[in-house]
C-alpha cells in the first residue's frame, strides 16, 4: 500500500519560515494536499491541489510537490500556526494520510 | 454554512457493535461524496471508508474491511458508519468529512467528531 512520510516534528520561531515535507514515490504525479489540527480541534484544510489555498487560509500558507515530495511553507509564521499538519494524497481507491508533523512555535 | 454533525459514540466491549451517524446540512448533500476518518488518542489521522454521492461506489480501509459499513441516506441527509467486531484498536474520534472529488480529491468539511472506545 502506498505511503506517505512525514518528519514527527519541526520547529521555528516567530517570524520564520517553516518547512514541512512529505515524501511518497512518485508523488509528484498525484495530488497532494494538507490539513492543519490544532489541539482538541477537527482538522482544516489548509492546502489543496498541491498549491491551492482552502477559502480563509492566509497568503503564508503555501505548497509545492515535485517528483517524491510535497512540501508546505509557512512564510512569517505566527504563534497560531502552531500545530499538527498531515498530508494526504488519494492513491488506488483509498485515501493515505501522513503521518503528522507537530509545528513548534518557539 | 457546512455544518457536519457526528453522533453515535460511545463505550462498547470489545467483539460489539456501534453505529455512528453524520447529520449534514447547509449544502446539498446529494451531490457530495463523503467520508469517515479517524484518529486514535494521540495518533495521526487514519482514513476509513468513501461512499460517492449516489451510494454506487464504496470503498473501505484495509484494518476495516469485513468488519466495517459505510451507508448514507440522501432523503435524511445523513452518513453513516455501521462497525462490529469492534476491537481496543477500533477506540479514537471518528469524523465525518466531505469530498470534493474531481481532478484531486480532498476533504474541505469535518465534523467536530465523536469518540468510540472500545474496552471492557
Known amino acids: 500500500s502506498y505511503e506517505l512520510t512525514q518528519p514527527p516534528s519541526v520547529s521555528v520561531s516567530p517570524g520564520q519560515t517553516a518547512t514541512i515535507t512529505c515524501s511518497g514515490e512518485k508523488l509528484g504525479d498525484k495530488y497532494a494536499c494538507w490539513y492543519q489540527q490544532k489541539a482538541g480541534q477537527s482538522p482544516v484544510l489548509v492546502i489543496y491541489?498541491?498549491?491551492k489555498r482552502h477559502s480563509g487560509i492566509p497568503e503564508r500558507f503555501s505548497g509545492s510537490n515535485s517528483g517524491n515530495t510535497a512540501t508546505l511553507t509557512i512564510s512569517g509564521t505566527q504563534a497560531m500556526d502552531e500545530a499538527d499538519y498531515y498530508c494526504q494524497a488519494w492513491d488506488s481507491s483509498a485515501m493515505v494520510f501522513g503521518g503528522g508533523t507537530k509545528l513548534t512555535v518557539l | 454554512e457546512v455544518q457536519l454533525v457526528e453522533s453515535g459514540g460511545g463505550l462498547v466491549q470489545p467483539g460489539g457493535s456501534l453505529r455512528l451517524s453524520c447529520a449534514a446540512s447547509?449544502?446539498?448533500?446529494?451531490?457530495?461524496?463523503m467520508n469517515w476518518v479517524r484518529q486514535a488518542p494521540g495518533k495521526g489521522l487514519e482514513w476509513v471508508a468513501y461512499v460517492s454521492s449516489s451510494a454506487n461506489t464504496i470503498y473501505y480501509g484495509d484494518s476495516m474491511k469485513g468488519r466495517f459499513t459505510i451507508s448514507r441516506d440522501n432523503v435524511k441527509n445523513s452518513l453513516y458508519l455501521q462497525m462490529n467486531s469492534l476491537r481496543a484498536e477500533d477506540t479514537g474520534v471518528y469524523y465525518c468529512a466531505r469530498e470534493i472529488v474531481g481532478a484531486t480529491d480532498y476533504f474541505d468539511y469535518w465534523g467536530q467528531g465523536t469518540l468510540v472506545t472500545v474496552s471492557s
Open positions: 491541489q498541491d498549491n
Open positions: 447547509g449544502f446539498t448533500f446529494s451531490s457530495y461524496s
